[in-house]
């Protein structure tokens, strides 16, 4: 981390497994050095190799496995245990509806075993079963959705404020997101005595550990059973946040990550190269898959990243003629209603913040801002 708190690599460590070939290690060029030095031009190419491998993992990992199939197991355990006058279900109601829609279109086009759109122009794609089981299994865990404990235990708390904007916007809304989930749940279960009572919500939760994390050591840390309106609120807050907030997060930043194929390509043609090896622009620009193959990440790219017509958002806003949650929300009674109008107070206060806080950056980040984030998971 430099003076001004900018997070700055270090070193780039490249390892061709298949090939069994030897790591390289790969420094930053000194300051000064000319674009074309053969240093600035090897540091370029391990860079390269470091987004490749970076986005099988945001596309595979981060946002399908965590911005969607997780999701589902949300959903359909809350559709199959709650009934429609729960009070849980109509609090997650907004958010868990199209989530199973838009999963059966991936597993059939973008997943599929058979015919694999990721396979088009990911280096991963023709091996999915291997990445979702051999990583993701091994690495997901409810507290990694809890967003405090996951910024605490990752030690990236002291960024929050400065250039890591994802983790800044992220614990904002999680506070308001927490604080309004809490207050419904406490209009609905008086004391801990009723939450631990409700069989049926027991029964949801246990379907998601004992079914939709099943192969998860330990069910992948979800509680299986809900003894206090604390966990409840815990639990609902991480469901509501992932489906909509998280997703929002890496969803819409598809295009801006993906569509300039140098800036992560989602495959490279030629193995890393080998300690010492002298850099040019040719190798460079040999690495680099074909146009074909560009342009169907970019296309793809677009198309994931783009705004479903039917979305909701938190925050209503007149001129783009967007509804918001007030619209969305199969809640009737008044202090219900009163607690989402005290969410989108803070959303919109919040909302205002983002906008000033953009005002001098040379580019802006507002992928989290409240009106820009859809109540749930359409694309």
Known sequence: VDDEGNLLPAIIRLK????????????????????????????????????CSDGQIYALI?????????????????????PSAHPILRLLHPHIQGIVAVNSQARDLLVNPRSSAFSLFLSAGDHLPVVFTNYYRNTFHYQKLTIPEDIKARGVEEMCGAEYLFAEDSLSLWNALRKYVGEVVELAYPSDKDVAEDTELQNWTTEMVEVGFRGFEDGAGFPKRLNDRTSLSDLVTVVIFNLSIFHAAVNFQCLTILGYNPNCPGVLIKPPPAQGEKITMERILDTLPPKQVAFVQAHLANLLGSLSPVEKFYVSTTERNRGGLREEVNMVCEKQLACVDRLTAELRLLQDK???????????????????????TQS
């Open 16 to 51: 061709n497994k298949n090939d069994s070939q030897e790591a390289s290690f790969w420094y930053p060029p000194p300051p000064g050095t000319p674009d074309d030095h053969p240093d600035s031009l090897s540091w370029l190419l391990a860079k390269m190799y470091f987004r």
């Open 62 to 82: 981060t946002h399908f496995c965590r911005g969607h199939a997780v999701n589902e197991v949300f959903a359909v355990s809350a559709h199959r245990n709650l």
């Open 354 to 376: 983002i906008s000033e806080r953009n005002k001098d950056r040379e580019m802006i980040y507002d992928v989290m801002s409240p009106e820009n984030v859809p109540l749930t």
